[in-house]
């Protein structure tokens, strides 16, 4: 178990991946490209250089930023590479700054990578943290914007070479809409940086030591596997959370809109939850788990679906009929369920009126 | 008959009005809010200077602009009246620069109001001329792109507050996508303006003399009814078009698709053309028409709807079922038929891969 994280090397990469696939929550994208790519840039004799969150000086100056669009398409359409460092130095010119550090605006999937990619090209440290502590599919549903951090200017890099700075928006919704649009119109995926944000604002706002969290869950998932075993208790056990079901897919609708993955599964329980009907919503990461049509877990609480046989978890865009399934549910970090947090990222956020959000594992 | 226009006055709005109506063919929105709102700015005491295109100082730094959206949305959303200044502004403040002067991105339809009302909000001139002499769907099928203004950054403001700025891309038709894509976000209605243009480029580049060819053409119109005289004659006489059909529509096919009003109508001639079989294609404009299935009249030539009795302009939103119409092929200007522009213009430019370009009236 790493302590305090203050580099990240080649070493640290493939843990790192599976602790941010898993904090996906089946979202979140793909981080396998950046993986490759952060190891690239360390074969450089390039660094990654880790802060972490409570060391950070008051006065830094911090940007967001990640890849955004659909993971459908980050599937198959590989980033040229540099989106997120072009965003980046596009907001430094915005605003005539120097940005001091960067910060994930979710650990969850590709975007564990992206901030340690433009880290590492642009000579920046990385802060071990981030705006989420899992993937969410709209931006606005980050502990910068829902701790009172306006997020325009924003600006967006493709890999084609077109730039856009959304320098205001009446909010940040609006911020999020439109920068929505602009993806769709740049092939469905780009690079995002923010508005900077000071040092002391980052420390009270971010999800802490989720680089450290996605790594270490990483490495106990990796030695669960060399010494056979159970990579699924490990994972629960390393993130306190508890297993909703073991069952098989036995219908699955997925459609998308909007740039969005919207669809649910329907499951049927195996072993000691022979019996159990299931159903997970999904819009991107999954939303919503139900058993026999009951709300048992529901955002900003982790659903992590893994595949039953290895431990290792499958994103929305894998989903198939017929597959057998772990579920697990994870409880989200505090930040992500005060009030404020649950009128952005609670269930209504996503359209389920109905569904109040009571915390995993209350009775 | 105006020679050289020097300022416009209230008494000349009506006449503009329907000139760039008339030029519109049958696209680029209605122009009626825009001249209400340049009515108020001069009834503050504000002014609508023109520049003749002629005397336009080489090194004067001129900005084009206009509105971007769906014209259905135009009939029904009424801009809050600033979008185009803001983006103007936009333009300055992104490139450190004053500007000196404002031209119309098109003559045709609503964006012939929109520097007007700018130019009397910021107190700068208009030039008399514009970047299609007509109104086209996309941006870059104006005279700046196709003869090697690089149109980037663009700036858009919407009437929320909202701006972005589009501050790169690999070429014009990039910038059209993606403005294209945040107008929706946007609302499908907001100003744009792009990179400033010396003054001796758009003295090679504007079709000249647009705005007294829209006031004399509107006055004609107007005089042409103050004396029962017939106002499609006129026109006819005063653009030296020709008279393509009188015609009944009998069918009419219209959707809109990616913001563009997209579509055809069938025509029944009468009078001498009874007997005589028509259809016009559209998309925002009327693009082709052809009589007994050839192709006689075809973009960038412009294609003029009229109500066959009163000869007003009818743009494609008000098409309806059994209208009766004057249809008349009026000749774009020389610079439009280049080979040049042809690429960007004529009918391939439109997905008509079949149709090969003959200037109107040649045999």
New interface residues.
């Given amino acids: 178990m790493v302590e305090v994280l203050r580099e990240v090397t080649d070493a640290d990469l493939d843990a790192i991946e599976i602790g941010a696939a898993i904090l996906g929550t089946g979202g979140g994208g793909n981080p396998y490209i950046g993986k490759l790519r952060c190891r690239e840039e360390l074969k450089k004799g390039r660094r990654i250089p880790v802060i972490p969150l409570d060391e950070l000086p008051d006065d830094a100056l911090v940007v967001s930023l990640g890849g955004i669009g659909a993971p459908v398409v980050g599937v198959e359409k590989i980033e040229e590479g540099e989106e997120c460092l072009r965003a980046l130095r ?1 907001i430094e010119k915005e605003l005539d700054v120097t940005v001091d550090a960067l910060i994930s605006v979710e650990i969850g999937g590709a975007n564990s990578m992206e901030p340690m990619l433009t880290a590492a090209q642009a000579g920046l440290p990385v802060v071990d943290g981030d705006g989420m502590g899992r993937a969410f599919p709209e931006m606005q549903m980050c502990t910068w914007s829902i701790y009172g951090h306006r997020e325009a200017p924003g600006a967006m890099a493709d890999e ?11 909010d940040d919704l ?1 911020l999020e ?2 920068a ?3 993806v ?3 092939g469905a995926a780009a690079g995002l940086a923010t508005q900077p944000m000071r040092g002391d604002f980052v420390k009270r706002a971010a999800i802490p030591n989720t680089i450290t969290q996605a790594l270490n869950l990483g490495r106990a998932v990796l030695e669960a596997h060399e010494t056979n075993a159970d990579p699924i208790q490990t994972i629960i056990a390393h993130e306190k959370g508890c297993l909703l079901m073991t069952a098989k897919i036995v219908d699955l609708e997925r459609h998308l809109k909007g740039g969005f993955a919207i669809g649910h599964l329907s499951l049927e329980g195996f072993g000691a939850f022979a019996g159990d009907r299931g159903r997970i919503d999904l819009q991107n990461e999954f939303l919503i788990f139900r058993r026999n049509d009951v709300v048992e877990v529901c955002v900003p609480d982790l659903i992590v679906v893994l595949d039953s046989d290895t431990g290792l978890p499958i994103t929305t865009e894998m989903l198939r009929y017929g597959q057998r399934i772990a579920v697990l549910g994870l409880p989200a970090h505090a930040l992500m369920k005060t009030p404020a947090a649950l009128n952005v990222v609670g269930p209504a956020a996503f359209g389920y009126d109905d569904i109040m959000y009571k915390p995993m594992g209350d009775a």
């Fill in positions: 596009a084609k070479g077109s730039i856009v700075v959304i320098r205001d928006t009446p609006w809409r439109i929505r649009s602009v769709v119109a740049m």
